[in-house]
């Protein structure tokens, strides 16, 4: 009787058993996707969002090993354009570099509207292809002169300011737009002490894409997955995506549950069919 007894509970734990692992075996587990996704493509494929042209550049597989198992993760990268305004000081009385040449910045007055640039003589350089002048200039009397000598090599002492020639100058005017490090630069703002240029440049900007994950775009984040190994959709709608996960999650908490009930029913009836086999002390 005790045995009988015994085989029926155990078949009723084998049943239990038994039905919760085929649950867990053959239920489809939920999967996060998006009717309406912002964008969906491969690599190559762009889209626009808040006036910016987004471009998937890449999608690929990552692999890694850890403790002799390899797991493969799809990861891709995105791209876009962005201006960013770039600007430049010149000091009076500062030396710069404009059009391949060097210049001393010149302001005058104490309300200017414009910038002069002196073109900086290369003086050495001219002594040095003048033959007949020496390679120094000299001082006489607090002024700068210029030994000249002729053929017979009587020298003669020529004004620093008439020996060489007139610098170059280039006037340019508050709101002006000039050719200045390949840019095109406005000279936006002209005081007593300085000259402020301004400029756009653009930038290419980039962001990494993994699964599930979220990225930022113009402001907004955007939930990231993976279709497949070439496809990825990108979506703002976080409200469906949190109610989407916790319905997963709810799934895994379930599968769980099944998983210990199947393992525990069969533990109870290993226990039963051992139990009924022990022999009596009566």
């Known amino acids: 009787m005790q045995r009988r007894a015994v085989a029926v509970y155990a078949v009723l734990f084998l049943l239990v058993g038994a039905a919760a692992g085929t649950l867990t075996a053959t239920a489809d587990a939920p999967e996060v996707s998006f009717d309406n996704p912002a964008f969906e493509g491969g690599a190559g494929d762009s889209f626009e969002y ?64 414009t910038v002069t640039l002196q073109d900086q003589l290369d003086r050495t350089a001219i002594l040095e292809n003048d033959s007949s002048a020496d390679n120094e200039t000299v001082q006489s009397d607090g002024e700068e002169y210029v030994v000249v000598r002729d053929e017979t090599g009587s020298a003669t002492l020529v004004p620093a300011e008439e020996y060489f020639p007139e610098p170059e100058e280039r006037r340019i005017a508050e709101g002006e737009t000039i050719t200045y490090d390949e840019h095109d630069a406005t000279v936006e703002n002209v005081t007593a002490s300085e000259a402020t240029l301004r400029w756009e440049t653009v930038e290419t900007s980039s962001a990494e894409l993994s699964q599930q994950g979220t990225v930022t775009l113009g402001g907004t984040d955007f939930v990231v997955i993976f279709q497949d190994s070439s ?49 009596s002390r009566y």
């Open 231 to 279: 496809t990825v959709s990108l979506s703002s709608d976080m409200e469906s995506y949190e109610a989407q996960q916790a319905q997963i999650d709810q799934f895994e908490q379930r599968m769980s549950g099944l998983t210990r009930v199947q393992w525990v029913s069969i533990g109870l009836m290993m226990f039963l069919i051992a139990f009924a086999f022990m022999p």
């Open 50 to 113: 808040n006036g910016t042209t987004y471009t998937v550049t890449e999608v690929t597989e990552e692999t890694s090993e850890s403790h002799g198992a390899t797991t493969t993760t799809l990861v891709g990268t995105i791209e876009w354009n962005r201006t960013v305004e770039e600007s430049a000081t010149w000091a009076n009385d500062s030396t710069v570099a404009y059009d391949g040449n060097d210049w001393r910045v010149v302001i005058d007055g104490e309300d200017p509207d």
